[in-house]
């Protein structure tokens, strides 16, 4: 690609950072954190086989959370172990030579289901693994399933003759645009009872899937993904008017006209 012919979609990383050094008290949070850690130890202590140690422990443990209060926040770790638990990996695809817009699709749709999509090299080929519960795996699985085709024969109708970078370019441009739109939706204002306690739900499967991460994978330098600009221009002003599921619906099993 010719210098200046694209558009860069990446910002420069900031791991390299450095941060002074201050005294500062615990945040609330955190203070709440150590205290429940503290209750886990004593708690675990309180199965030992010295009765008189178990007893001990299990009396002081129940002190802590009484004084602090910490019955609510100590249900909420608990659950979110268990969803910890609950998390499993899948293959949603293997290439020897992947390509980018299938990645940036795979990881927009997994941020909107509450999972993770990473790449890992195996036996010279790539796959993308998705994290995440069954049913928000499963949502991921159908959309990508259902839009990967779908934006192929965007490009292919919008872009006869066209190289392979201006179709790759128009790919991501119309990602872009579909998860915009599909955002707009999950970020909607919340008006109903129901509705927070669905959300409540969504941010603790999201958060549960951040600890996965930072237990298990070890995040690499970003790339930069340069594109074809126009390309990516065009994808996005097509996609506006791509039907998109319904939220909550199962992805219709039509071919676009």
């Known amino acids: 690609m010719k210098a200046g012919a694209g558009t860069s979609l990446a910002h420069a990383p900031t791991g390299g950072l450095s941060r002074p ?26 199965t030992s086989s010295n009765v008189h140690e178990a007893a001990q422990a299990a009396a ?17 770790r608990r659950a979110a172990g268990a969803q910890v638990a609950a998390l499993e990996v899948e293959v949603l695809e293997v290439a020897r030579r992947p390509r980018a817009w299938r990645g940036v699709l795979a990881a927009g749709l997994a941020r909107l289901h509450c999972c993770l999509c990473f790449s890992a090299e195996v036996d010279r080929e790539v796959e993308l693994r998705l994290v995440g ?18 934006l192929e024969w965007l490009s292919a109708t919008h872009g006869p003759g066209r190289d392979r970078d201006w179709h790759d ?40 899937v951040d600890a996965w991460a930072a237990a298990h994978l070890r995040a690499g330098r970003g790339r930069g993904l340069r594109v074809d600009r126009g390309g990516h221009a065009a994808g996005r002003a097509a996609a506006t008017a791509l039907t998109l599921p319904a939220a909550g619906a199962p992805a219709p099993r039509r071919r676009p006209r």
């Open 60 to 76: 002081r443990a129940q002190a802590l959370i009484e004084a602090h209060r910490l019955e609510a926040a100590l249900a909420d």
């Open 21 to 46: 050094r201050r005294r500062c008290r615990l945040t609330a949070a955190a203070q709440v954190d150590a205290l429940l850690d503290k209750v886990e130890k004593l708690l675990a202590l309180s």
């Open 169 to 208: 370019a128009f790919r991501i441009g119309a990602v872009d645009t579909i998860l915009t739109r599909m955002g707009a939706v999950e970020d909607a204002p919340v008006l109903d009872e129901g509705a927070l306690v669905l959300r409540a739900e969504q941010d603790r499967r999201a958060a549960a």
């Open 133 to 150: 519960l069954a049913a928000d795996r499963a949502a991921v699985r159908a959309l990508f399933g259902w839009l990967a085709p779908r």
